[in-house]
């Protein structure tokens, strides 16, 4: 194909035409960043243009931005924008849980051990009011519905785990994980992170009560984004105290704002991270959002897993050992693979010098290909791990 001037001798992907060229580069690292597709740095140009002719900023925008983020979040996810909170992180959602839960002393929240470190410290900081973390140490990669049950005391509160592990690749079974919490009446909190994106969720087919992701790897935002969904019942009973300014003009002006009556009308919107109207954020994230949604996100899911087929059966023919599952229901879009150490580290050095991109976490590699990738990059991540073996 012919991009920018340059012949590159890539298999056209789904959407490969709507991303840069990576600098000639494989990308398969979504799971550490999703790179921006063209309609967001477009939108991020936009931002930056404004803020260099402030005369550009309309007022009305500090509305606008935030509205039509929500909208695609509440799209992607099944739910109603006004139960969409938005945030800088993933972390934003489980800190506003942790510190707005109204806990007792004695109470118990159940962790995964081997979990990525973001889903560990907002609850573990909680020492101090009582509540205690107790971890479920799974015997594959991820918690099953038994093993959770089995691990619940009368004490258990909640119940925090990622929809997919960052270093293994596992994903849970949510309609059995959920169903446990339901069962029980303990907080089901799920990190969505490196599912959301690559894989479906609506949030209809699921007990939850909380749901939180960041936006700048599958979701291909910029960093520093994020949003959380909590089920309207736990929101409302959160002793979070935000009074922010901006979200008190909803629905109102900037031309006029010295009316101080306290709104208890704002939903989720009250939740939101200061400076809502992120602009040089938001509007490319919300870009990315509806550039997935167009695509489909049920086709990227098919796509994704397509990828990760072809990805396992090429890695079978390698001497690297993969630690990923291989069966449809609990595998991801995160493939990791194993092998002596200095083995490791040696295909590290010639995947980058090949001019592929993956990451090593936990002394192991990480592939993670995304929509915009296609078998031609897997053909090269393969062809220098078998130059590591010769
Ligand atoms: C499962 C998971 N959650 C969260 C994060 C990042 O957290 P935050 O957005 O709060 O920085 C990562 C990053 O790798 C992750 O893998």
Avoid at 84 to 105: C, E, H, P, Q, V
Avoid at 304 to 329: C, G
């Amino acid at each position: 194909m012919i991009q920018n001037g340059m012949t590159y001798g890539r298999e056209e992907s789904f959407a490969m035409s709507d991303f840069g060229l990576f600098g000639g580069r494989s990308w398969l690292n979504a799971a550490h960043q999703g790179p921006l597709p063209n309609v967001a740095i477009e939108a991020a140009r936009k931002a930056i243009e404004q803020k260099a002719s402030p005369n550009l900023i309309s007022d009305d925008s500090f509305f606008s931005v935030p509205h039509r983020l929500r909208e695609a979040l509440a799209n992607l996810i099944g739910a109603s924008p006004e139960d969409i909170i938005l945030g800088n992180s993933a972390t934003y959602g489980l800190d506003l849980l942790a510190n707005g839960i109204r806990w007792s002393a004695g109470d118990e929240v159940l962790l995964v051990d081997g979990d990525f470190p973001a889903d560990v410290f907002p609850w573990l900081v909680l020492k101090a009011r009582g509540v205690s973390v107790r971890f479920i140490k799974p015997a594959s990669g991820v918690v099953t519905a038994e093993e959770l049950r089995g691990k619940m005391s009368p004490r258990t509160r909640l119940f925090c785990t990622s929809w997919v592990n960052s270093f293994n690749g596992h994903a849970i079974d949510l309609q059995a994980v959920s169903n446990v919490c339901r069962h029980t009446g303990v907080y089901f909190v799920l990190n969505a992170s490196q599912g959301l994106g690559a894989k479906c969720l609506n949030m209809t087919d699921f007990s939850m009560s909380a749901l939180t992701c960041c936006g700048y790897k599958w979701l291909c935002g910029p960093y520093g984004t994020g949003f959380c969904w909590i089920a309207p019942d736990l929101r409302e009973s959160l002793q979070v105290n935000h009074g922010y300014w901006l979200a008190m003009q909803e629905g109102g002006s900037l031309a006029h704002m010295r009316d101080y009556s306290l709104r208890s009308d704002l939903h989720a919107r009250s939740f939101d991270i200061f400076c809502t109207a992120n602009f040089l954020n938001f509007m490319p994230w919300t870009a990315s959002i509806e550039h997935i949604l167009a695509k489909g996100t049920k086709r990227i899911e098919e796509y994704d897993d397509e990828l990760i087929s072809y990805l396992i059966a090429e890695l079978r023919r390698t001497n690297f050992q993969v630690v990923s599952p291989e069966d449809r229901a609990s595998r991801s879009a995160i493939v990791v693979v194993t092998a002596h150490e200095r083995q490791v580290n040696r295909a590290a050095a010639v995947l980058a010098d090949s001019g592929v991109d993956i990451a090593v976490r936990e002394g192991n590699l990480r592939f993670s290909p995304h929509f915009y990738n296609s078998r031609w990059d897997i053909d090269r991540a393969i062809d220098a791990l078998f130059k590591v073996q010769r």
